[in-house]
């Protein structure tokens, strides 16, 4: 069964540091979102790429964090400075298209010293 | 999209029924109910999603009312495996959005 995979699946960083996550979704889904996981919450939406094109970054802290999906396949997302408050579970997640099911990685844990 | 409300922890013997509630009141008539769940240190993991016929899978039946203002995930023998935070969210057909809550901790006790 295909699965999305997320690189590394933990990270320790310094604050100040910078970081970064890589997603490959599933071959085919065209939909790619990241999401942020902090400890006892459900996720949040960071942003969602159709293709190569960002469509929703509304949620994203745009001064420290940013995301690219060059080719309209894999994904990175990153952290620079990280902060003490970014320590949590960042999920990616991808679908076919809109309104498909979502299917997530197993996600990359943060924590920021 | 509209709210969801699911009480905070359930516990389930192993091999019987569980049944998990969720409240969505406010629901749209092109909003789908879509149920996760979430086991301890892993990504979310889709369950099912229905409109307002009920549905089942290899994982699960989905119950949803006739006014469609709550619906109910049935496991219908749970195992210890099943232990983990099951998510119930409310999603229009025709957007991405969606709003996890704090979800269903479902523990399932031998």
């Known amino acids: 069964e295909a699965e999305v995979a997320q690189s590394p699946r933990y990270k320790i960083t310094e604050k100040s540091q910078a970081v970064a996550f890589w997603c490959d979704p599933i071959?085919?889904?065209?939909?790619l979102y990241w999401y942020r996981q902090i400890l006892g919450q459900g996720p949040e939406l960071l942003v969602q790429?159709?293709?190569?094109?960002?469509?929703?970054d509304s949620q994203l802290p745009k001064d420290r964090f940013s995301a690219e999906r060059l080719k309209g396949v894999d994904s990175t997302l990153k952290i620079q400075p990280a902060e003490l408050g970014d320590s949590a579970m960042y999920l990616c997640?991808?679908?076919f298209g809109t309104g498909y099911e979502q299917y997530f990685g197993p996600g990359t844990r943060l924590t920021v010293t | 999209d509209a709210k969801t409300t699911q009480p905070t922890s359930m516990d389930c013997a192993e091999g019987r029924a569980a049944n998990l509630p969720c409240n969505h009141s406010?629901?749209?008539?092109?909003?789908?109910v879509y149920w996760y769940r979430q086991i301890h240190s892993q990504g979310p993991q889709y369950i099912i999603h229905?409109?307002?016929n009920n549905e089942t899978n290899e994982m699960a039946s989905l119950i949803i009312t006739e006014d469609r203002k709550s619906s109910t995930l049935i496991l219908p023998h749970a195992t210890l495996r099943d232990t983990a935070v099951y998510y119930c969210?409310?999603?229009?057909?025709?957007?991405?959005?969606?709003?996890f809550g704090a979800g269903t901790r479902l523990t399932v006790k031998p």
């Open positions: 790429f159709q293709d190569e094109s960002v469509v929703d």
């Open positions: 969210i409310v999603r229009s057909s025709n957007n991405n959005d969606m709003r």
């Open positions: 997640a991808s679908s």
């Open positions: 071959s085919g889904h065209a939909t």
């Open positions: 406010t629901i749209s008539g092109n909003e789908y």
């Open positions: 229905g409109l307002k």
